[in-house]
């Protein structure tokens, strides 16, 4: 069990760039997350997977927001035409997909918009 | 929609010493689960304990317990013989047991208690 991994970990862009971020979740776990946390404040939720299948999405993630999991696996969050409100901490969590359970989070990726 | 509120932004205690941290929420529901997680600075968030909204008894895990109080709304941290690696912000979180629900699956954060421990 290596947890759940993050990358980048840090990422810097210029607004109106497109960003993909990764996460891959811990072995066998069939729930993703996926929540965006801004400075001195709770994580909030914006996304998450059964498998593949995307189950529900917060009124957070814009149309410039999409996300994917292709074979269950691995994660991809993208920001397309970034904006200087999309600055945050972006973290991903995974879960086994039983009734009780806990939620694993990633590191986090920091994106900071120009 | 489900509601978390922690009222204390900060909070500070000294080594060896109890601290507790406070948390509320607002639900209709009866059946849920309410978590307390630990962001140190710059390091990853993790699990700290965990309540099961239909058990009585408060959870307990080495020097971390909860006060459980389903009809107040109430779900506060007790961290007893606090130590230096205490020190983090600390989310309470929500999450609904009701598989299909709108809000199944997700976390419900607070906006976080930061905690100092003075040497």
């Known amino acids: 069990d290596t947890g759940v991994s993050q990358n980048p970990r840090h990422k810097i862009t210029k607004r109106g760039q497109n960003v993909t971020f990764r996460c891959d979740p811990i072995s066998e776990h069939n729930r993703l997350y996926w929540y965006r946390q801004t400075l001195g404040q709770g994580p909030e939720f914006l996304t998450y997977?059964?498998?593949?299948?995307?189950?529900?999405k917060s009124r957070l993630l814009s149309d410039r927001f999409s996300a994917e999991r292709p074979k269950g696996s691995f994660s991809t969050l993208e920001i397309q035409r970034t904006e200087q409100g999309d600055s945050a901490m972006y973290l991903c969590a995974s879960s086994p997909g039983r009734q009780q359970e806990t939620q694993y989070f990633g590191p986090g990726t920091r994106l900071l918009v120009l | 929609a489900q509601t978390v509120t922690q009222s204390q932004p900060e909070m500070s205690v000294q080594e060896a010493e109890t601290v507790t941290l406070s948390c509320t929420y607002d639900?209709?529901?009866?059946?849920?689960?309410l978590f307390w997680y630990k962001q140190p600075p710059s390091r990853q968030m993790i699990l700290v304990i965990r309540?099961?909204?239909?058990?009585?008894q408060n959870a307990t895990e080495n020097r971390f317990s909860v006060n459980f109080q389903k009809a107040a709304k109430s779900f506060s941290l007790k961290i007893s013989d606090s130590q230096l690696g205490d020190a983090a912000m600390y989310f309470c979180?929500?999450?609904?047991?009701?598989?299909?629900?709108?809000?199944?699956?997700?976390?419900?954060f607070g906006q976080g208690t930061i905690l100092t421990v003075h040497p």
């Open positions: 309540q099961e909204a239909y058990k009585q």
């Open positions: 639900t209709s529901e009866s059946d849920y689960y």
């Open positions: 979180a929500y999450r609904s047991a009701y598989a299909g629900g709108t809000s199944y699956g997700k976390l419900t």
């Open positions: 997977f059964q498998n593949e299948a995307q189950l529900e």
